[in-house]
Nanobody
Framework: QVQLVESGGGLVQPGGSLSLSCAAS????????WGWYRRAPGKQRELVAT???????NYSDSIKGRFTIARDNAKNTVYLQMNNLKPEDTAVYYC????????????????WGQGTQVTVSS
C-alpha cells in the first residue's frame, strides 16, 4: 500500500548536522501520521518524532530542541533535520507511516522503510 525509502544518513562529527528524507509512494492519501524511529546497537527501537496530518508534532525528550520533523505533501516526503548531533544519536533511523488508530498505538504497525545509518563520532 505504502512504500517508504529513507536516505541522508552518514557519518558526522559531534555537534554537526544531518538531514534525513523519507520518500513515500503508493496510497499516501490514506496515511494519518508520519514518524521517525531509531534503534541503537543493542537497544530497542525508540521514538524520535512524529507529525500528524493535522500538523501536530511529538518529539522524544532526548532530541527535543535539536531535531525537527517536517512534511512536504507535494513531494510526498517527510524530513528529519538533525542538529547538534551527539554520539548517543548513533543508530539506524527508520521512517514509519500509519493510518489513524483509535487506540493511538503508533510506532508499532503501519509501514516501515529499510532504515538509514547515522553515525556520530569524532
Amino acid at each position: 500500500q505504502v512504500q517508504l525509502v529513507e536516505s541522508g544518513g552518514g557519518l558526522v562529527q559531534p555537534g554537526g548536522s544531518l538531514s534525513l528524507s523519507c520518500a513515500a509512494s503508493g496510497s499516501v492519501y490514506s496515511i494519518y501520521i508520519w514518524g521517525w524511529y531509531r534503534r541503537a546497537p543493542g537497544k530497542q527501537r525508540e521514538l524520535v518524532a512524529t507529525i500528524a496530518n493535522n500538523g501536530v508534532t511529538n518529539y522524544s525528550d532526548s532530541i527535543k530542541g535539536r531535531f525537527t520533523i517536517a512534511r512536504d505533501n507535494a513531494k510526498n516526503t517527510v524530513y528529519l533535520q538533525m542538529n547538534n548531533l551527539k554520539p548517543e544519536d548513533t543508530a539506524v533511523y527508520y521512517c514509519n507511516a500509519d493510518h489513524w488508530r483509535s487506540n493511538n498505538d503508533y510506532g508499532n504497525l503501519g509501514f516501515w522503510g529499510q532504515g538509514t545509518q547515522v553515525t556520530v563520532s569524532s
